[in-house]
């Protein structure tokens, strides 16, 4: 689901969260999702679900594409978030 750099891309980005379902999370293994995130915003102790750092995430979104769960989702936010 990768997004690409388009001005609308950008737009985009601004306006989703990328959240951790901890149902659907094994909690078996250590994430591979952590180890694939290019700004480290995810972290995980032990098996437990990983967590996400909003402030370090750039959403671009491979974690999503990497989790075989599903546990790793997009979230739209309800309101307009951009600061142009």
Do not use: H, W, Y
């Not at 180890?35 to 915003?41: D, I």
Request: charged letters at 30%; proline letters at 5%.
């Amino acid at each position: 689901m990768g997004f690409e750099n388009s001005d609308k891309d950008r737009k985009k980005k601004q306006s989703i969260l990328i959240v951790v379902d901890e149902e659907f999370c094994t909690k078996d293994k250590v994430c591979p999702a952590v180890a694939a995130c290019p700004v480290g915003a995810l972290s995980q102790e032990g098996f437990n679900p990983p967590k996400v750092d909003g402030v370090l995430c750039t959403r671009c979104c491979i974690c999503v594409d990497i989790c075989e769960t599903g546990a790793l989702d997009i979230e739209e936010l309800l309101f307009d978030v951009s600061f142009d």
